[in-house]
């Protein structure tokens, strides 16, 4: 993984983990906290659209589509936990 791969990958996981903090109630992450959770949001989000045959798109917008799907799963699995 390269350098740019990384830092794309942390721009769209902070993007998407923020949006999805935002939108999920009940659960405050932090700024770390929704880097991690998007980023983690982004393996969850392509692995289960790819078991449903979902085509989001490419780019960037599919990538942070994907990543906050992802992201708000994560959220809402860490509300019910807590």
Same mark, same amino acid.
């Given at each position: 993984?390269?350098?740019?791969?990384?830092?794309?990958?942390?721009?769209? =996981?902070? *993007?998407?983990?923020?949006?999805?903090?935002?939108?999920?109630?009940? +659960?405050?992450? $932090?700024? #770390? @906290?929704? %880097?991690?959770?998007?980023?983690?949001? =982004?393996? *969850?989000?392509?692995?289960?659209?790819?078991?449903?045959?979902?085509? +989001?798109?490419? $780019?960037? #917008? @599919?990538? %942070?589509?994907?990543?906050?799907?992802?992201?708000? *799963?994560?959220?809402?699995?860490?509300?019910?936990?807590?």
């Amino acid at each position: 993984m390269t350098a740019e791969q990384v830092l794309v990958s942390v721009f769209v =996981g902070g *993007i998407a983990g923020a949006v999805a903090d935002a939108v999920v109630g009940g +659960v405050r992450v $932090g700024c #770390l @906290g929704a %880097i991690i959770v998007g980023i983690l949001g =982004g393996l *969850i989000g392509s692995w289960l659209f790819a078991q449903l045959g979902i085509a +989001v798109g490419t $780019g960037l #917008l @599919g990538s %942070i589509v994907t990543a906050f799907v992802g992201a708000v *799963i994560i959220l809402v699995i860490l509300r019910a936990v807590r």
